[in-house]
């Protein structure tokens, strides 16, 4: 059974930091990512890592969150940084194959002003 579970969500004030992890089990995915929707909003991408180390970011995190990967561990983090308000989001694990698209359960990340 394949499963992603993150961690690693909470409470920060603005201009803080946190890492989350997404540990996938059931099998190995080329490519993880992050995805994140704020109430009322689409969900949108954060960034995604694939295992050969490509990198893609949202225009609105580039330069504050960083992307890495434990091919081992099968497991893919989410540094975040100079954290703002307007990242206040449930943020989800992502782990796209050919015939389905996987989805953590989510966790909640709160900026306070």
Do not use: H
Not at 45 to 55: I, K, M, P, S
Not at 64 to 73: L, Y
């Amino acid at each position: 059974q394949v499963q992603l579970v993150e961690s690693g969500g909470g409470l920060v004030q603005t201009g803080g930091s946190l890492r989350l992890s997404c540990a996938a089990s059931g099998r190995i995915f080329n490519m993880m990512g992050w995805y994140r929707q704020a109430p009322g909003k689409q969900r949108e991408l954060v960034a995604t890592f694939t295992r050969g180390g490509n990198t893609n970011y949202g225009d609105s995190v580039k330069g504050r969150f960083t992307i890495s990967r434990d091919n081992a561990k099968n497991t893919v983090y989410l540094q975040m940084n100079s954290l703002k308000p307007e990242d206040t989001a449930v943020y989800y694990c992502n782990a796209p194959t050919v015939g389905y698209n996987y989805w953590g359960q989510g966790t909640q990340v709160t900026v306070s002003s």
